[in-house]
């Protein structure tokens, strides 16, 4: 019979979420802002196929950095919450606050309960009409979750991150930007990105729209590589 | 052996897990609402759909504003006739069938692949068709592979067909389709369509009492959508009204009495 060794419980959650810091830290990083003109979501991300950006609902998105197997089925299951409240109930009834405490939930229950937390961190965002009704929660691997002042910076070496956000957004207004200052700021800061129309295709971005482009219920827009290119060379 | 999740369809999602929400009555055949008359065309850009917007309970009119044509996704529209309640229900369910593909996949259906879930879900159905509960739909879109609009016809059993030119469903199908087979003409600009659309409206709702014309008094004028290349809109009731108005300024000139 093999012995059992005693872990204490901090040890044990300790351990846990030294693994999954690790592996979120080493993944590239998403930045997202509430701006003027919507929520514009902006990854670093050379894939044109595996998203780490995604549309939920008329005015939810979902942002993720860590493993994709992970975030892409928490992603798949967000869309089957949402899409089933929304055809049971009504559209409007879809709400951000509902879909981040099921992830939450979710995210607490694998932390204890399974052989391995998920090393994923992810972002969930509802737009509102104006950039002061947008919310936008940060959950964590634990499952711990905060509602973020119109900014979320994960993944990666995120204080380093911060750091360069403050240095290259200054004291400027977000609620007052345009989206497309802030996706130029953010390809300066995430490390992987070249400058100019070359950094386009190693960027994901979207946008969460005020308006919508195509004048229907759903505000997400996924931006293609050459408008993501035109973005990053005007205004410089 | 790996077990795969319930994959981008939403319709075997609700089967698997959540079989209440599923459109469903359990109700003998009895007198329900019913939605008639729909007619679609192909046009040079894409497709003209229009319904008109009566619902009948047998000889009462259970409706003079239901809307029986619905935009499914950015390239396509359907169109239902049979049990209203139902095939409402039914449209509602296709509706967030595509947009939950397009949301888990990252990609549109093509137009066929649409059509042939639309199939089964009025397969599924076919017990109730059975009890006289039928849903009959009438799809069509923009397709962007072959660049033009299409067509598609269904039967109770879910049977797929497609559809070349125009076709019409509901009871005043029939008198559609005579007026359509006048009327429509090789590549025609979008707004002839839609004033054969509502022409063809107008035979239907002069001879079959389910189908119902424009209303004068209530300001009531079909629905009708275009799909082109560019999506799908919804023809604006002020281009509707113009129309109807004139058709029926040239019948009344024409003074014909059958």
Redesign the interface.
């Given at each position: 019979m093999s012995a059992q060794y005693y872990v204490s419980p901090e040890q044990l959650m300790k351990d846990r979420a030294d693994f999954a810091r690790k592996g979120i830290a080493r993944g590239r990083a998403v930045i997202v802002a509430s701006c003027a003109d919507g929520i514009a979501l902006i990854a670093e991300n050379p894939s044109g196929s595996l998203h780490k950006i995604g549309e939920i609902y008329d005015r939810i998105a979902f942002a993720a950095v860590g493993k994709y197997n992970e975030f892409e089925s928490l992603r798949q299951a967000g869309v089957r919450y949402a899409d089933t409240r929304g055809y049971s109930y009504a559209r409007q009834d879809v709400t951000g606050r509902g879909l981040a405490s099921v992830y939450a939930q979710s995210l607490g229950a694998v932390f204890t309960a399974e052989a391995k937390p998920f090393e994923v961190e992810l972002a969930v965002l509802e737009l509102g009409d104006t950039p002061g009704q947008d919310t936008l929660f940060s959950l964590n691997f634990d499952g711990s979750i905060a509602e973020q002042p119109g900014l979320i910076i994960m993944g990666g070496d995120t204080p380093a991150l911060r750091a360069a956000w403050s240095v290259a957004w200054g004291e400027k207004s977000l609620p007052a930007a345009s989206s497309a200052e802030v996706i130029r700021a953010a390809a300066t800061v995430l490390p992987g990105v070249v400058e100019g129309s070359n950094g386009a295709p190693l960027l994901e971005v979207a946008i969460l729209e005020r308006v919508s482009f195509m004048g229907t219920h759903r505000h997400f827009r996924r931006l293609e590589t050459e408008t993501i290119a035109s973005i990053l060379t005007s205004g410089e | 052996m790996i077990r795969l999740?319930?994959g981008p369809s939403?319709l075997e999602?609700?089967n698997s897990d959540?079989p209440d929400?599923l459109p469903h009555t359990t109700a003998p055949a009895i007198d329900v609402p019913h939605a008639t008359t729909i007619v679609a065309m192909t046009y040079t850009d894409g497709i003209v759909m229009a319904g008109d917007r009566r619902a009948t309970m047998g000889n009462v009119i259970a409706s003079r504003h239901i809307e029986k044509v619905f935009e499914t996704d950015?390239y396509s529209v359907v169109g239902i006739a049979g049990a209203a309640g139902l095939a409402i229900d039914i449209a509602?369910?296709f509706q967030?069938e595509l947009?939950?593909y397009e949301?888990?996949e990252?990609t549109l259906l093509s137009l066929e692949g649409k059509a042939n879930r639309l199939a089964s879900m009025i397969r599924s159905n076919l017990a109730m068709a059975m009890q006289g509960m039928s849903v009959v739909p009438l799809f069509a879109g923009y397709d962007t592979a072959e660049a033009k609009g299409r067509l598609f016809s269904f039967d109770i059993t879910g049977g797929l067909y497609e559809e070349v030119e125009h076709h019409s469903i509901g009871s005043g199908s029939v008198f559609a389709r005579g007026a359509l087979k006048k009327l429509w003409k090789k590549s025609m600009a979008a707004d002839q369509a839609i004033r054969v659309a509502v022409e063809a409206l107008f035979d239907a709702a002069d001879d079959d009492s389910a189908t119902g014309g424009p209303d004068m008094v209530r300001k009531l004028w079909p629905v009708v959508y275009t799909v082109d290349a560019t999506?799908a809109h919804r023809v604006p009731k002020e281009n509707l009204e113009a129309i109807a108005l004139e058709i029926i300024a040239e019948r009344t000139a024409e003074g014909k009495e059958a």
């Open positions: - | 999740g319930p939403f999602y609700l959540r929400l950015r509602k369910l967030v947009e939950h949301k888990i990252g999506g």
